[in-house]
């Protein structure tokens, strides 16, 4: 790539969408962010992707650059390799083919891809797991889900649907999941989960991040729901660790931001797992909410080497 | 490959070891197998695959053949990239360079792989999953091991460790398991858990077989060790399809052998776990035991392409 080439970077999500401009070595030119206002209906949001993605694109050459390419993140259930949104709650999409729309829109070349794998790509190469060959990361928020990235590439699975860790079952019996069956790593671990947790117990709304002050404070009540939850989670680790064997894996999203009073006691449980696996490095996200974002753009340079 | 052209390819296990010449095209040309005897040290133990390996070179060289390389299937955790049985209970092996060692003593470029992953090659490229890019391939009997092959290559993961599929949680303060933790699949689906359950309920020494075989003909008890562990399995097997997302499962081992008895249950119960998973075609095992020897000669072509 030439210095004035960049690609066209978003990552669109239920509220908001982040976008940048980003150059060949990962640099950052320009970023900017929308609301996304899903309730509008599938349609106006794909209107609003493509109208900010050409927005950037003229911006670029505005600035005397040259997009050479899109990169576009969307969650849910995603079709790289035909570049459709398959099946996407939070967004509203249903067999959307938002790479071809967007090629068609700004005559760039596009790539589309999964969220929290475009996330995972951007910090096994980018972030916090840029030393490793082989990385999990896991985004725990209102849900969670993973990606597993080796050599670089985070795999997609045969329809798109890999890395789907906040559905595996750790509680049998356990507290029902959104996804309708109960016991999920998701319904127990998630932000959500623990803040609906402790506010059914002490009858008063709070969220994970109140459980995790809580507990830190010493309150026996947020204590019990927040080791619940770490042991939860340290299960479903041990099950990604036992199965995809990486050398680090890298937490994000809302819960990771409690810090030591998430992974101190996580380790420790993490560790007393390991029997046939090998312990695997546990690191905090290094880039914060733009990772999506980043990834996005990975995806794109990708798209162009091929 | 010259139509003269065959790799030796030996699949090692704790009693005896399964070896052949095999052509490039799969074919098998020459098999035979030996006793292990693990009880007489790794040394001696190193000594009989290398002579073995030897004399089927030979035997190859005699009947007008050209052998060009070496495969070693070894159960264990294997370092595939330096050709090390790095540790294998049941054949004795710690840190044992057995690549090398082959290579030194045969004059034949060598490879070295794990047995499970050996054998889920080779179904995936020559057996019940030779139409899907993603299989996964469960290997039930003794213990639980899986392989996860994409593209026609094995995930070893960053340690060789990838696959662990019987050391996963399914059953939180279950069964113990040889790992030395409680609730881990393989203690409660493994073959010789459902014998070992079935046993201590009805104080008399049984197999799986017998339970699968005592089940089908309404023995409540053992209906119900049956059903126990074909919930246990199906759990597995969706925690597995969520962060793998495979479009066929291959079970293998002896357990597969109950046929129907197993295969209809489990594919009713995997069916009702199946949410943000997509369901995988689950189909029996093609190969039999020498699935793994079929493998073995698969990485040896393997890594003559490369």
């Known amino acids: 790539m030439r210095s004035a080439d960049v690609v066209v970077a978003l990552d669109v999500g239920g509220t908001g969408m982040k976008c940048a401009l980003v150059r060949g070595d990962g640099t950052v030119l320009h970023a900017e962010r929308h609301p996304t206002d899903a309730g509008r209906g599938p349609d106006a949001v794909v209107d609003t992707v493509l109208g900010v993605a050409e927005g950037l694109a003229g911006k670029a050459r505005a600035d005397g650059l040259d997009p050479v390419a899109v990169g576009i993140a969307v969650p849910g259930v995603i079709d790289e390799a035909r570049g459709i949104a398959v099946w996407s709650a939070n967004v509203g999409f249903r067999d959307v083919p938002l790479r071809d729309l967007a090629q068609d829109r700004l005559g760039l070349p596009t790539a589309l891809g999964h969220d929290v794998r475009a996330g995972g790509l951007a910090e096994a190469r980018l972030g916090a797991g840029r030393d490793a060959g082989h990385v999990l990361f896991v985004a725990i928020g209102t849900g969670i889900a993973a990606a597993h990235v080796v050599a670089g590439t985070a795999a997609f699975g ?8 906040g559905h595996i079952l750790v509680r049998p019996g356990g507290p029902p999941c959104g996804c309708g069956r109960p016991g999920c790593l998701e319904a127990v671990a998630s932000a959500s989960a623990i803040g609906r947790r402790y506010s059914a117990l002490a009858g008063v709304p709070t969220s994970a991040a109140e459980v995790a002050d809580r507990a830190a404070a010493g309150e026996p009540l947020a204590a ?9 989670l340290a299960d479903g680790l041990a099950t990604g660790q036992a199965l995809y064997d990486v050398e680090t894996v890298v937490l994000g999203g809302g819960l990771a931001r409690a810090g030591a009073r998430l992974f101190d006691p996580l380790r420790a449980a993490l560790h007393e797992r390991m029997t046939f696996h090998r312990e695997p490095r546990l ?22 080497e091929k």
Chains 1, 2 share one sequence.
Request: glycine share 12%; charged share 20%; net charge negative.
């Open 283 to 304: 690191v905090a996200a290094a880039l914060g909410d733009e990772a999506g974002c980043l990834g996005a753009a990975l995806l794109a340079l990708d798209s162009m």
């Open 158 to 165: 045969a329809h798109g649907a890999a890395g789907e860790i």
């Open 224 to 232: 019990d729901v927040w080791r619940e939850a770490v042991e939860a």
